[in-house]
């Protein structure tokens, strides 16, 4: 398994631009697919996006158009890159590793959180 640790979070307005970063440690990144997920008080974590080991890529379509997930293996980081941010977007952001595809995610970090304000 992977660790994971998420950065980059904070407070912006709304129209701005963030991005995550998730550092992964051990030798096996590339490996593995990867994604982003974000949860608000209440809600079920739900799916933001999805690299493939292969670079195919999947969006929620609430973000499609404004986030772009990306990734350097050669740094063992994963990045989301979220533009023309709105107050729906304030959640705890969570990267995850996952193994296999179709099955369940690996690994998680421990979240960051983004708030929109308007």
């Known amino acids: 398994q992977v660790q994971l640790a998420e950065s980059g979070g904070g407070l912006v307005q709304a129209g701005g631009s963030l991005r995550l970063s998730c550092a992964a440690s051990?030798?096996?990144?590339?490996?593995?697919?990867m994604g982003w997920f974000r949860q608000t008080p209440g809600k079920e974590r739900e799916f933001v996006a999805k690299?493939?080991?292969?670079?195919?890529?999947v969006y929620a379509d609430s973000v499609k158009g404004r986030f772009t997930i990306s990734r350097d293996n050669a740094k063992n980081t994963v990045y989301l890159q979220m533009n023309n941010l709105k107050p729906e977007d304030t959640a705890v952001y969570y990267c995850?590793?996952?193994?296999?595809?179709?099955?369940?995610?690996?690994?998680w970090g421990q979240g960051t959180q983004v708030t929109v304000s308007s």
């Open positions: 995850a590793a996952q193994q296999f595809a179709g099955k369940s995610y690996d690994s």
């Open positions: 051990g030798r096996t990144f590339s490996s593995y697919h």
């Open positions: 690299l493939s080991r292969s670079g195919l890529t």
